[in-house]
């Protein structure tokens, strides 16, 4: 059974650094195909894509957000993990960390999400 | 950048079809997924690859795409299928691209 929990801190100040950690499970980041990414939704709005890493390590990012993203993945503890730098009230939001085979297959799998919200 | 668009809101009678619209530029030569969000839950994957069905997913959702449009299908629609819908490509560029979503109302 594949799972994908995010944790982090719910709260950070604008211009702050936040950093966000998916563990998976049921699968492996360096032997199976897979894809992991991460999705944004603000409150009471849409999803919205931010990066991804794939199994050979390759990674993209969302283009209007690449200056501020970092993607990487640690396998020796399942993790895959985001930096977003200066973050602002506008980044506030529930943050998932998502799986699918390749970067172009649909998210089949996906953590419960964490809130985060930016104070100023 | 590749942009995708969706009705904000649809709504439908109790055993009736329900029609989801996910509107793009040639959208009928990208795979198109939909994905289904209930409230305070993290979204489904309903129909993937414009017409593909995940195990689990009741056969009454389907999905077509074709031209500038795709459309997810919602046969007999039910109190439960009540929910925000999002339709998904992947662009060129390397961005995701998520359409702003759709409210479904079960009148």
């Known amino acids: 059974q594949v799972t994908l929990k995010e944790s982090g801190p719910s709260q950070v100040k604008s211009t702050q650094t936040l950093t966000l950690t998916c563990t998976v499970s049921g699968f492996s980041l360096t032997r199976d195909a897979a894809c992991v990414s991460w999705v944004r939704q603000p409150p009471g709005k849409g999803l919205e894509w931010l990066a991804l890493?794939?199994?050979?390590?390759?990674?993209k990012y969302r283009t209007s957000l690449r200056t501020r993203l970092t993607i990487s993945k640690d396998t020796s503890k399942s993790q895959v993990v985001l930096t977003v730098t200066n973050m602002n009230p506008g980044d506030t939001g529930t943050y998932y960390c998502?799986?699918?085979?390749?970067?172009?297959?649909?998210?089949?799998?996906w953590g419960q999400g964490l809130l985060v919200t930016v104070s100023s | 950048s590749y942009v995708l668009t969706q009705p904000p809101s649809v709504s439908v009678p109790p055993g009736q079809t329900a029609r989801i619209t996910c509107g793009g530029k040639?959208?009928?030569?990208?795979?198109v997924h939909w994905y289904q969000q209930k409230p305070g839950q993290a979204p489904v994957v309903v129909v993937h690859?414009?017409?593909d069905r995940p195990s689990g997913i009741p056969e009454r959702f389907s999905g077509s795409n074709s031209g500038d449009t795709a459309t997810l299908t919602i046969s007999r629609v039910e109190a439960g299928d009540e929910a925000d819908y999002y339709c998904q490509v992947w662009d060129i560029s390397g961005d995701q691209v998520f359409g702003g979503g759709t409210k479904l109302t079960v009148l």
């Open positions: 690859d414009d017409s």
């Open positions: 998502v799986r699918g085979d390749t970067r172009f297959s649909a998210y089949d799998s």
């Open positions: 040639n959208i009928g030569s990208r795979n």
């Open positions: 890493i794939e199994r050979d390590d390759v990674k």
